[in-house]
Nanobody, 124 residues
Framework: QVHLVESGGGLVQAGDSLRLSCAAS????????MGWFRQAPGKEREFVAA????????DYVDSVKGRFTISRDNAKNTVYLQMNSLKPEDTAVYYC?????????????????WGQGTQVTVSS
């Protein structure tokens, strides 16, 4: 079992930045690729970004490329999502997920464990 706890969400204005953190516990963190997903009201949960087990490979949804950066600190069992130039359409609950694999995935079904989510609200 992997326990994931997200933090760092909040209410910001368009153009601002936020850094989300996801702390993992329970199993060997380096056995897991990690991902961030988000879910806006009335919409399905969508892929945002993912990072491989080693951190050497990353992937992003087109809408956040150039604005968001995913990273991980394996010594701290933590994955981050740095979000810059935030837009109102980035408003959502952001979820961290763990995948027992070397490589990351953009598919929800590819992940074994999920956090409870953290709310990000971007006002215009």
């Amino acid at each position: 079992q992997v326990h994931l706890v997200e933090s760092g969400g909040g209410l910001v204005q368009a153009g601002d930045s936020l850094r989300l953190s996801c702390a993992a516990s329970g199993r060997t963190f380096t056995n897991y690729a990690m991902g961030w997903f988000r879910q806006a009201p009335g919409k399905e949960r969508e892929f945002v970004a993912a990072i491989s087990r080693s951190g050497g490979s990353t992937d992003y949804v087109d809408s956040v490329k150039g604005r968001f950066t995913i990273s991980r600190d394996n010594a701290k069992n933590t994955v981050y999502l740095q979000m810059n130039s935030l837009k109102p359409e980035d408003t959502a609950v952001y979820y961290c997920a763990a995948r027992f694999s070397y490589s990351s995935s953009s598919l929800r079904r590819g992940y074994n464990y999920w956090g409870q989510g953290t709310q990000v609200t971007v006002s215009s």
